[in-house]
């Protein structure tokens, strides 16, 4: 008994061990990948609009598996160079925005229901933009911007419109192509 003992607690160590190698390479890969989404967008970082990566009823994508009534857009942001402002236009097509670390994960995440006035001002940060912004902002005339801070310094916003019907693809993708993603220059 003495020997199948010692064989099933070495079994057993060698299990664990596999499965914690296992899940850590999981956990890792975002961190690892060469082809991940950021290193696709980050063409954008300098292009003032967000750029089609998905056109409705295209197939041209990297994407892969894309809704075809869907028209996708995509811009990449550097907070060290200041806050990112993303602007658009709301109309009749569903217009949603979601901000993505550069290593994997979605940190925020907004419809044109947020819109004012036809007209959706977000503003991606780090905490200590937020706080000169807070400083430096007039009292008597708060800010109708919607404000998010971002957990990581890189990032990517994927902009999504709907096009229910094939006469609505061209205004999607006019709607996604018109969104603009400008870096607010720090003093």
């Keep these: 008994m003495r020997g199948w003992g ?9 299990l664990v061990l596999a499965a914690g190698v296992h899940i850590a390479s999981i956990l890792a890969t975002p961190y690892l990948a060469e082809h991940d989404a950021f290193s696709k967008v980050q063409s954008t970082l300098a292009a003032d609009e967000a750029q089609i990566i998905s056109a409705p009823g295209g ?3 990297w994407m892969p598996l894309p809704d075809p009534a869907v028209a996708v857009a995509a811009c990449a942001f550097d907070l060290r ?4 402002r993303v602007s658009a236009q709301t109309g009749p097509n569903l217009l949603s925005f979601s901000f993505h670390r550069k290593s994997g994960g979605v940190f925020f995440a907004v419809t044109d229901r947020a819109a004012v006035r036809g007209e959706l001002e ?10 000169e ?3 430096a902002e ?6 109708r911007d919607v404000r998010i801070v971002a957990p990581e310094q890189q990032g990517f916003v994927i902009v999504r419109v709907a096009a229910p019907t094939a006469s609505q693809r061209p205004q ?5 192509k018109a969104v603009s993603c400008i870096t607010e220059q720090t003093d």
Aim: hydrophobic share 40%; net charge negative.
């Design 6 to 14: 010692r064989f099933l607690i070495a079994t057993l160590c060698g």
């Design 59 to 61: 197939t041209d994508t």
């Design 81 to 84: 160079n200041g806050a990112i």
């Design 122 to 131: 977000i503003v991606a940060m780090t905490a200590r933009q937020l706080d």
């Design 133 to 135: 912004a807070r400083a």
């Design 138 to 143: 007039d009292e008597n005339e708060p800010s």
């Design 172 to 176: 999607a993708e006019e709607t996604a």
